[in-house]
């Protein structure tokens, strides 16, 4: 895939914010054609460091409540005010997933890069937790590590050079997340795909000089990527 918004996003020091496989290259292929509306408020949810939310308000213009449990909102802030966002495009939250502080119908749209298969898992997590605070017609677009074809039966050794089996419990493929998210009565089912950024957005992330990043490279140096892809899943809440 040729990339045209996610360059300028590929500077050193960009770069070392990722959290995982590069979530703007992802980011950029998952809204190929979006039907977000223009100046929509949405939430990233699971935003990490922020630099899911810095490209979303940069390249779309949306207004961005980059949610995240696990990041620092103050560090977020002051990485928001340095790529010169105002406070009142891209809002640091800090919030479990699963207990959102917003009130209902909030969101025009919900975007999740890396993230949704920490705590989507449940058939549930969407009509409980996740889609009251979603517009109706409003949209969710969600990009996940994958697993071509489900082998938890019989993991690859591969794989288990980085990771365990429990870890390793977060990825599955197409037709795991299709079931799961057809069981959802308040949203209609788009698209659920694999994505075609795989090997570029491993490459980026598996440079990046940090232990998660080195432990990454023993899988995926002993082949562990054929097993692999990301995955993306597109949902409209019903009217």
């Known amino acids: 895939m040729y990339y045209i918004r996610s360059g300028k996003y590929n500077t050193p020091e960009l770069q070392a914010k990722i959290m995982g496989p590069n979530p703007i290259k992802l980011g950029e292929e998952l809204l190929l054609d979006h039907k977000i509306p223009d100046g929509a408020v949405i939430c990233d949810l699971g935003s990490g460091q922020g630099l899911t939310s810095v490209f979303l308000a940069k390249e779309y213009g949306f207004t961005v409540y980059a949610t995240d449990l696990w990041s620092d909102s103050e560090e977020n802030r002051r990485f928001f005010d340095e790529m010169r966002i105002s406070h009142e495009q891209v809002i640091p939250v800090k919030a479990d997933a699963t207990d959102l502080p917003f009130e209902k119908e909030f969101f025009d749209a919900v975007v999740s890069i890396d993230s949704y298969n920490f705590f989507g898992r449940s058939p549930k997590y969407l009509d409980e937790k996740l889609l009251p605070f979603v517009k109706k017609g409003g949209y969710i677009y969600i990009a996940i590590p994958g697993m071509k074809k489900d082998c938890h039966e019989n993991l690859p050794e591969e794989l288990l050079r980085s990771w365990t089996p429990e870890q390793l419990d977060y990825m599955h493929d ?6 799961i998210v057809s069981q959802s009565r308040d949203a209609e089912v788009i698209s659920t795909h694999e994505m075609e950024s795989n090997n570029e957005v491993w490459a980026d992330w598996l440079k990046q000089d940090n232990e998660y990043a080195i432990g ?19 949902l409209r809440k019903n009217v």
């Open 174 to 179: 197409v037709a795991y997340w299709t079931d």
């Open 216 to 234: 990454d490279r023993k899988a995926m140096e002993a082949g562990g990527g054929k097993y692999l892809n990301f995955i993306a899943i597109i």
